[in-house]
């Protein structure tokens, strides 16, 4: 992440400020019917069997029951279309909320999107949320031509057109997944509530799916962001395992140290321990969780406090005294010729010196200026080369290639350098110059070495201190470990998994063949 850093800006939308309106936040939560209950008790049966290997992975598999636990979190007809609907399920929570905004909002239009990524429509006549809502919806009163899906949009410019009538008013309610209505959706224009139906497993996701509607152009001030969780299911757990994942993510896209190690976050499976909590609603559970998160938060201070005091170390043991070093030498440099200086005064109405070139003396300031110019032409090396003397100073000339003029050393004990241009006489009066600064140079550089020393010894005093959470850290570490052992979470999975493709609902859509490498 410090290479990262060297080449990449990293911008959070908390640094930019853009224009976007408030963001308020209901979590719906609904009771789970009698069927729902026994079912997750089910899958915590289901999932002792896969892990004892009672079942080839092909028949039962952490994956299965982990899709079977999402769809029944959603409704119980998506296990089984026979089951009834059960008018407390969060589905139909969601279709009050949505009508009720549909209601409110008629005078401004104002549109909403349905986030679902289970249960999209198939058009076989199978049972699916999206058509059971919107004909929930229609039957209330709402207009069947306002409420559209995502998924009747299969090209690019239908799905413009689409986009349009929402923009418009015309599509009040637009249903879809987020892989379908995630990124390149511009709809924000009257959008007044976006609901989340069910939780997807990236934190990337549930950001695409707020940004659709928490972004610049809206005309409401505020917005709606509604999430619905079925109780003692395995919904409220999804919403806590991706803030989990954003939380390492939010680590190290930031400016502060980020953490050592992040773990998966693209993993798609609950574990077995993950579907027993569930199941059993253990308290400690809850616990081990929200240890998890205090841990990781302290462990994340304590390495940005090692960071700093390895650096102070550093800066202590090498920094430090090799910079009190360098400004002793250059003191020492600096006192030698400002003595040397005082030593050889310009004398006369010009205010100059006898300078010696190759050899010769002048005692004119206009020849001794004609002849530097001369001598500069006869020596267009880069290397330093001496030329001769001036107020005891041995002069040396080099041409500097990089900025393409001549430069002039001014060696006592230190070196000094002065830039050499076309003007005879200006060259003189810039090696006076030069040499007119060294009392100043001489006690900036004591100001700096005494600041310097100050530094090293406010560093010493820094080291000493311990990090300031240490004992809470190793508390809640080691209660952490107790319960990791208790709730038999210490060993991971062995990895039993089946060779069938994921089982998510929504297949990646097909890029136009016209641009297929």
């Known amino acids: 992440m410090q290479m990262f850093r060297e080449v990449a800006d990293i911008q959070t939308a908390d640094m930019l400020k853009l224009p976007v309106p408030k963001v308020n936040y209901h979590n719906i939560k609904t009771k789970p019917s009698e069927i729902q209950t026994e079912m997750v008790a089910s899958l915590a049966k289901r999932a002792e069997k896969v892990r004892a290997r009672l079942v080839e992975p092909n028949i039962d598999n952490m994956l299965k029951i982990t899709n079977d636990g999402r769809k029944l979190a959603l409704d119980q007809r998506m296990i089984d279309p026979m089951l009834p609907d059960d008018p407390d399920s969060k589905v139909n929570a969601c279709v009050d909320n949505v009508y009720r905004i549909w209601e409110e909002h008629a005078d401004t239009k104002a549109t909403q999107l349905v986030f679902c990524d289970l249960s999209t429509p198939k058009n076989d006549g199978t049972f699916n949320v999206y058509d059971d809502m919107r004909e929930k919806l229609i039957a209330r009163g709402i207009p069947a031509e306002q409420v559209r899906f995502i998924h009747e949009a299969t090209t690019d410019a239908q799905k413009k057109e689409l986009f349009g009538k929402v923009r418009s008013g015309e599509v009040r309610v637009l249903f879809g997944s987020t892989p379908k209505m995630g990124a390149g959706t511009n709809v924000q224009d009257r959008l007044i509530a976006i609901h989340n139906l069910d939780c997807p497993w990236r934190p990337s996701d549930l950001e695409q799916r707020q940004g659709r509607i928490e972004r610049q152009g809206n005309m409401f ?84 406090y090692l960071s700093e005091h390895y ?122 110059n030069e040499l007119s600064k060294l009392p100043a140079r001489l006690e900036a550089a004591k100001t700096k070495k005494a600041e310097t020393i100050v530094q090293l010894e406010t560093a010493k005093e820094e080291i000493k201190k311990p990090f300031a959470f240490e004992d809470e850290l190793k508390e809640k570490t080691e209660r952490l470990n107790a319960l990791n052992i208790e709730l038999n979470l210490n060993e991971k999975d062995t990895s039993v998994m089946d060779t069938e493709p994921e089982q998510t609902e929504e297949q990646p859509e097909r890029k136009c063949a016209s641009r297929e490498r």
């Open 311 to 432: 650096d102070l170390e550093d800066r202590v043991l090498k920094y430090y005294p090799q910079t009190i070093k360098e400004y002793e030498e250059r003191i020492a440099g600096y006192e030698n010729d400002v003595a040397l200086a005082e030593q050889h005064k310009p004398q006369g109405e010009d205010k100059f010196c006898p300078m010696t070139l190759t050899g010769v003396t002048y005692t004119e300031k206009a020849d001794a200026g004609e002849m530097l110019l001369a001598i500069c032409k006869d020596y267009p090396m880069s290397a330093p080369t001496e030329i001769g003397s001036y107020r005891g100073f041995r002069m040396e000339i080099y041409y500097d290639i990089i900025n393409a003029h001549y430069c002039m050393n001014l060696c006592g004990k230190a070196k000094h350098k002065v830039d050499l241009g076309a003007d005879a006489l200006g060259n003189l009066t810039r090696i006076e």
């Open 221 to 304: 001030p505020e917005v709606e962001v509604y999430r619905y969780v079925t109780e003692q299911t395995f919904d409220a757990y999804l919403y806590q395992l991706v803030e989990n994942k954003q939380k390492f993510i939010s680590q190290i896209m930031t400016s502060k140290s980020p953490v050592r190690s992040a773990e998966d976050v693209d993993e798609v499976a609950l574990s077995f321990a993950e579907v027993k909590m569930l199941a059993t609603g253990d308290a400690r559970f809850k616990e081990k969780m929200d240890l998890d998160i205090q841990v990781s938060k302290l462990r994340v201070l304590k390495q940005s």
